[in-house]
């Protein structure tokens, strides 16, 4: 079992950033590959960033390649998003969540989640 509660968004202008973080409980954070998906007002739970279970292997949607950064720090129990060049297209509720061993981009994958945190970005 694992528990997971994200933190760090908000409101931000076009252009701004945010840093997302997603903390885990329990000791065996390293043994979760993680995810990152959104969900805008209407529209279907859509994947943005995954991470292997060591932090080597990372994965995007095509939508934030270049301007998203996902990364973990297993000492902390944490994953990380940074999100650079924002824009109001990026607007959403962001979910963290984990699945046993091997990344994956289809959030019926995942067994754990958070339960959200909204990044608004203003035009």
């Known amino acids: 079992q694992v528990q997971l509660v994200e933190s760090g968004g908000g409101l931000v202008q076009a252009g701004g950033s945010l840093r997302l973080s997603c903390a885990a409980s329990?000791?065996?954070?390293?043994?979760?590959?993680m995810g990152w998906f959104r969900q805008a007002p209407g529209k279907e739970r859509e994947f943005v960033s995954g991470?292997?279970?060591?932090?080597?292997?990372?994965y995007y949607a095509d939508s934030v390649k270049g301007r998203f950064t996902i990364s973990r720090d297993n000492a902390k129990n944490t994953v990380y998003l940074q999100m650079n060049s924002l824009k109001p297209e990026d607007t959403a509720v962001y979910f963290c969540a984990a699945r046993r061993i091997i990344t994956s981009t289809l959030q019926s994958d995942y067994d754990y989640w958070g339960q959200g945190t909204q990044v608004t970005v203003s035009s």
């Open positions: 991470i292997s279970r060591s932090g080597g292997k990372t």
């Open positions: 329990g000791r065996t954070f390293s043994i979760y590959a």
